[in-house]
């Protein structure tokens, strides 16, 4: 079964740190991959998405990710963290096959320390 | 452009009650799907709707349904409430095809409380 894996359940960081939110995936075929971020109270806000080619994509607010297909890795990167990055991140996978559905990790939720 | 709403965003009913939840696509999206987040989890997929069918669902049962409207609105229903539905529903709208396709847009959610 489809699965995604985020390791942390909570990160803190100073502020000005770098920063990287690790997510791992199980499926089969090639992934349609995204982070989302959820502020509290707040739906979901998509930073960033890999569908193909270059394996490193940019997203808003500074946030990268890189695909690595041998680790089934996405992980979200930003080299420098402002204290309003605190907030909760979802890493999912695009399961287009079963209707556009999206299979979300746990979160990770980030904390900054100033 | 606008962007997906929800209504209500907070709600509380009682076991056994049912409850209905709306949700607005974005302007050009023509499919909607709905998710439900537990509390300390991320979001599960409930079901997708697209051209007024249920297209694609998710492990949940029956007494969730739901309705697409021919503005790509949509409702979700949920009959006989258990204490486990409380959670936050999730509603987001795409369209199927363009350089958006396959991308989903999340309204700010509705707070569903079952005491």
């Known amino acids: 079964a489809q699965s995604v894996t985020q390791p942390d359940i909570h990160i803190t960081v100073s502020e000005g740190a770098s920063l990287e939110l690790r997510c791992n995936y199980s499926?089969?075929?090639?992934?349609?991959l995204f982070w989302y971020v959820q502020s509290p109270g707040q739906g979901l806000q998509l930073l960033l998405k890999y569908f193909s080619g270059d394996t490193l994509v940019q997203g808003i607010k500074g946030f990268e990710a890189e695909f690595k297909r041998s680790q089934s890795s996405f992980n979200l990167r930003k080299p420098s963290v402002h204290w309003s990055d605190a907030a909760e991140y979802f890493c999912a996978v695009g399961l287009w096959e079963y209707g556009n559905k999206l299979v979300f990790g746990a979160g990770t939720i980030l904390r900054v320390k100033s | 452009e606008t962007g997906v709403t929800q209504s209500p965003t907070h709600l509380i009913k009682t076991r056994g009650q049912q409850v209905t939840l709306r949700c607005s696509s974005q302007s050009g999206h023509n499919t909607v799907s709905w998710y439900q987040q537990a509390l300390g989890q991320g979001p599960q997929f409930i079901f997708q709707y697209y051209r007024e069918e249920e297209n694609g669902r998710g492990n949940f049962p029956p007494r969730f349904s739901g309705l697409q409207f021919p503005n790509y609105s949509s409702e979700l229903n949920v009959n006989a409430l258990e204490l486990d539905d409380s959670a936050l529903y999730l509603c987001?709208?795409?369209?199927?095809?363009?350089?958006?396709?396959?991308?989903?847009?999340f309204g700010a959610g509705s707070r569903l409380t079952v005491l």
């Open positions: 987001a709208s795409s369209s199927s095809g363009g350089p958006g396709a396959n991308v989903l847009t």
């Open positions: 499926y089969g075929a090639t992934p349609y």
